[in-house]
């Protein structure tokens, strides 16, 4: 059941703060491309943007866990996983993101999760750097502030899937649902979330085919 209102009617509080954060890791794009070659560089921004990331998921989790079941038990990143793992929306969950900006970035943050039920590296990491700074600085790397963020996206979709929304808005600036759960979506006659309307959204390896989305989640037409 989809509810177009239910994004709205619950609160955006999650997305808003999923895209100040996102305004954040922009403003590092200017001194620090996103590349691979530059994964391993760390600074206090990417600090502020992991340790705000990494949190706020935790918080998005656990209310994605109680609208699976409200009598949860679960408090903690390995328990979140045993809740959710049989839920409807496990497949956007650990699904992959891509950075349609940057051909040539793509993330998967709970790839772990999904294939080996195991904790998340940028998870272990982020926890360092929140506990253990002056030992792990290094830790507060670019790799690991996108791969927080991404966490967090697809963390904020599966939740606002969960309630029933259809469309999120504004949509990211850096991210997009993998072309698989887009297309999944479509399928099931349901907009793909998050993607701005004036750039192209999905696009296979080829860039022969796209999906472009109107305000809303309008479908405007697929390539």
């Not at 970035?105 to 998340?120: A, N, V």
């Not at 904020?156 to 698989?180: E, K, L, V």
């Not at 759960?181 to 993607?195: F, K, N, S, V």
């Amino acid at each position: 059941m989809t509810n177009p209102e239910a994004f709205r009617n619950e609160r955006s509080l999650h997305w808003d703060y999923f895209l100040s954060l996102e305004e954040d890791l922009l403003r590092s794009v200017r001194f620090v491309e996103p590349v691979e070659d530059n994964f391993g560089t760390y600074s206090t921004e990417f600090a502020g943007v992991i340790l705000g990331a990494a949190s706020e998921v935790d918080v998005v989790l656990k209310a994605l866990c109680r609208k699976v079941n409200p009598q949860t038990k679960a408090y903690r990143i390995t328990e979140y996983r045993e809740e959710l793992a049989s839920c409807a929306r496990w497949d956007i969950l650990v699904s992959k993101v891509s950075a349609p900006r940057w051909p040539d970035l793509s993330f998967d943050p709970w790839g772990s999760w999904r294939e080996r039920g195991e904790t998340p590296q940028w998870w272990k990491d982020y926890n360092k750097v929140k506990h253990q700074r002056d030992q792990h600085f290094s830790k507060a790397n670019l790799l690991n502030a996108w791969q927080a963020m991404s966490a967090l996206f697809l963390s904020c979709i599966a939740y606002y899937r969960q309630i029933g929304a259809t469309d999120i808005w504004p949509p990211s600036s850096c991210f997009s649902a993998s072309r698989d759960i887009a297309r999944a979506w479509l399928d099931e006659g349901i907009p793909t979330m998050c993607i701005d309307p004036q750039r192209i959204a999905v696009m296979d390896s080829r860039r022969s085919a796209t999906i472009r989305m109107g305000s809303y989640g309008e479908v405007l037409g697929k390539g």
